[in-house]
């Protein structure tokens, strides 16, 4: 069984930063591409950020520039560091993986930004 626990959600003031994680944990032969999505209330799920297992990124327009992610292959963890938030950036987040040559989808952890 694979997991993907993401952590490091919150409310936060517009302007201010939140760090979050995924951790990838069980069967783990291999992991291949990670990412962020997210998913504002009546609205569809998006990409923010995508990491390959070599550290190439992707980014959202709307991440562009305040967006950072990363990943830390030792610890099957990637990390999205977010900056200058907005109220529209308010949203569960969720963390995807292909690990294994499988799908998997973390439970999402909430991030609400004040105005």
């Known amino acids: 069984q694979v997991q993907l626990v993401e952590s490091g959600g919150g409310l936060v003031q517009a302007g201010g930063s939140l760090r979050l994680s995924c951790a990838a944990s069980?069967?783990?032969?291999?992991?291949?591409?990670m990412g962020w999505y997210r998913q504002a209330p009546g609205r569809q799920r998006e990409l923010v950020a995508a990491i390959t297992s070599g550290g190439s990124t992707n980014y959202a327009d709307s991440a562009k520039d305040r967006f950072t992610i990363s990943r830390d292959n030792a610890k099957n963890t990637v990390y999205l560091q977010m900056n200058s938030l907005k109220p529209e950036d308010t949203a569960v987040y969720y963390c995807r993986g292909t690990i294994s040559n499988r799908l998997y989808w973390g439970k999402g952890t909430l991030v609400t930004v004040s105005s």
């Open positions: 069980g069967s783990i032969f291999s992991i291949s591409v």
